[in-house]
Structures are given as C-alpha cells and as structure tokens.
C-alpha cells in the first residue's frame, strides 16, 4: 500500500492544550510511515489547504514536536471559516480536490470545535460526493465544552482550573478589602450559550467563598439578582460574581452583545462584567472591581490541568489510529468510566452527530436559584481540573517552542477566498 501524506489543521478560539493534540497527532503518524508520508500543517486551519500554504511537518524536529505538548494557542495559526455546502460553494470543494490531489493527501484531521465538526463532515464526504478519497477525523478541541456525545471537550479542563483559581485568589482579595472598601468583583468568563466555563466558579464554594453565577442557560432577572446579591453582602460582607459573556435577558437579548458579528455570523460579545458591576453599584452603591478573563483562560498554559493535557494528546493519537483503521467521518471522545476513583477512556462518535449540535449545562447541574452549582455539578469538574504539567521554566517564563513552519511548495495557481 502506497503511502498517503495527511492534512491537519486548528480551527476557531485555540486553547492552552490545542497543541498537545496536534502533538498526539503529528508523533503518532511518525510511528506509522509506511501508511502516512507526511503530515502537512493547514496554515491559519482550513484557509491554508484552500490557498494551497501548507507547512511541512517534517521539517520539525522530534524535540520541537514534543514541545507542543506543553506549548499554548495554535503552533499552525487557526482561523474562522466555515465552508459552506457543495451546492452553495461547489467552487471551493474543487479546490481542496485539487490541493489534496497536487499534494497526495489522503487523511484530514480537523481540531477544533463545532463549526469545525461541520467542516470536517463536509470533507469526508469528498469521496462519495465528487470521487475524490479522503478519509476525514475530527479531533475534539474548545473550552466552552459543548461538543455532544464526548463527556468532556480538551481545553475545557485547564480553562475551569484557571478560572476556578483566578475566582478564588482574587476573592481572597475581596475579602481582605470589604470592611473598608471593595464588597463586589465580578469576572467575566467566555462561553455563548453553554454556562461549563462559570460553573467552574462556583467550586470556591467549598473555600468558604460567597459566589454567584450567571449561566446562559438561566434567564437573566435582574430584581431577584440584586436582591440576592444584597443578601450575600450582608452574610459575608462582600461577594463574588461570575459572569458568562453569554449570560442574557429574557427576550433573548445579551447582557454583553456589542451590536457586531464574527465570521461564523455569532453575535460578538465582551462587556457583560461592567454592566453587572454598574448595575449592582447603582442599585446598592456597593464599591467594585470586575475584570474581564478573555484570552488569558485560553492561554494559561502555565496552569493547565494535567487531565485535560493527557486527554488532549490522546485524542490526536487516537484520530490518526481510527484512520488508519479505515474510519471516516468521526470524532474520538472521553468516556467517564469510574467517577471515584476517575477514569476515562476513548470512545467515538459519528460527525453527523456531531456538527452543529451543542451542549448545554443539564439543569440537574445548576442550584436550584439559578445562581450556583450542585454537588453532581462538581462531581463532574472536579476530575478534570485534576493535576499539574508545567511547562520547562527558563529565567522565570515558561519556554515555549515556536516551530519553524516552512512552507511546502505551492504546485498550483493562486486561489482567491
């Protein structure tokens, strides 16, 4: 059997543990040369095949692959684009034909979220749809944690260690200052629809801390809010808030949406800190600090969970053993074997159960308020916060790699997108 180079690329918002899968997937199809040539790189994801710049791989050395594992953001660039369908767009499914013939490619793997769930399905129907053979793997990656099917999403574990850590250190702040000053701090934490990310807030709680959480999943009512954000202040003499960017009003509108939209067509949002501070201090006059986590709990690869990393490589190592078992179109996944002790172990899932679907916090998770988390809640984020991997640390920073990226050489004329 001749041997077939592979396509991989990252897609949309990248994580601090992205890297360790595109590792997973890179060292693994090393081991198996005699199946796949070369792994080529999709320069800023699925926007590189379509414009024919890829990065060749081997190129690396086996150090600098390596490196990835405890290296933060997209070590290829990412990128925001979903295709469309072939009847929309016949034009640019041609082109990556012409691309994956010119370079022999016959694997794609697809790291990211759900919109890049959708891309991937597309692709694996290549085959079937215009003749071409391919044979296309999804690879689990986004902090928000609302892909289906899988127990838990990589790069969702290290965003709730942050954010569980940062609420809590900064609410030891709080506290020092509430008697004389600051009673209210409010942290804004990314997730659109899905409230995964601010539930891990709510693990301070068991620090003594008095936190409030605003999920998506949970209408906003302001009266009942502020009503219950007096009373905490009055019990501990200050209060902690985390807030989802995706945390709305009853008529759907967001607490944070700027009027604006991203390349997916979703509305942009960043603001809702401020406007939950404002609102607290104009109705109780209580002094406040809020801050806004935005790419920071994306990128503190410095504190990622040991779960997530492990979890992270093995679904790049696993989408490259399913494709070289002959399976299209799916997406290894965790499956949650034992809760205590925790284990997990690879499953898979069908793209088409997968694309466009997302995941929502269950009810059963969110107290019955609306304004905190459940035992079984923290049951479930507490495994995957679990354990430290630090990066190597040279002079005081983390010593991250940055690869080389060298271009393969392009064979076919220009392409506009």
């Not at 600098?64 to 290296?71: H, P, V």
Request: glycine residues 8%; hydrophobic residues 40%; charged residues 25%.
């Amino acid at each position: 059997m001749t041997a077939k180079n592979a396509f991989y690329a990252q897609s949309g918002g990248v994580t601090a543990v992205i890297n360790a899968s595109a590792c997973g997937v890179i060292e693994t199809a090393r081991l198996h040369s005699v199946r796949i040539g070369k792994v080529y790189a999709g320069r800023n994801g699925i926007i590189g095949a379509l414009t024919e710049d890829l990065i060749d791989t081997s190129r690396e050395s086996d150090e600098a692959i390596a490196a990835l594992r405890y290296t933060p953001s997209g070590a290829f660039g990412s990128c925001r684009y979903k295709l469309k369908s072939l009847e929309a767009n016949k034009r640019e499914y041609e082109r990556l034909i012409e691309v994956f013939k010119a370079h022999d490619i016959g694997y794609f793997f697809y790291n990211g979220g759900g919109d890049s769930a959708d891309t991937c399905y597309k692709i694996s129907q290549l085959s079937e749809t215009m003749g071409y053979p391919v044979q296309a793997v999804h690879v689990p990656k986004t902090v928000d944690n609302d892909l289906p099917i899988t127990d838990n999403c990589p790069g969702f574990g290290s965003v709730a260690k942050y954010i569980a850590t940062s609420t809590l250190e900064a609410s030891f702040d709080v506290r020092s200052m509430a008697k004389t000053s600051t009673k209210i701090f409010v942290l804004e934490v990314m997730g659109r629809h899905a409230g995964w990310i601010a539930a891990a807030g709510g693990l301070v709680e068991d620090h003594g801390i008095p936190v409030m959480i605003l999920f998506p999943e949970i209408e906003f009512d302001q009266e009942r809010f502020l009503a219950a954000v007096k009373q905490k202040v009055e019990q501990h003499g200050y209060c902690t808030i985390v807030v989802s960017e995706g945390a709305k009003y009853p008529d759907g509108r967001f607490l944070a949406e700027q009027g604006t939209r991203d390349a997916f067509g979703h509305a942009q949002l960043g603001g809702a800190a401020p406007v939950v501070a404002n609102m607290i201090k104009d109705a109780t006059g209580y002094k406040f600090h809020w801050a806004v986590a935005d790419y920071l709990q994306r990128a503190a690869r410095h504190l990622a969970s040991k779960t997530d990393v492990e979890q992270a490589y093995a679904m790049g190592r696993a989408a490259v053993q399913f494709a070289l078992e002959g399976h299209n179109a799916i997406m290894p996944t965790i499956k949650r074997v034992s809760q205590d002790p925790y284990r997990w172990e690879v499953g898979e899932a069908p793209l088409s159960e997968v694309a466009n679907v997302e995941k929502f916090m269950p009810r059963e998770f969110i107290s019955e308020d609306g304004f905190g988390i459940t035992p079984v809640c923290k049951d479930y984020l507490i495994p995957l916060i679990q354990g430290e991997d630090y990066p190597p640390f040279e002079k005081g920073l983390p010593k991250y790699v940055t690869l080389k990226n060298v271009a393969v050489e392009k064979r076919l004329p220009a392409f506009e997108i």
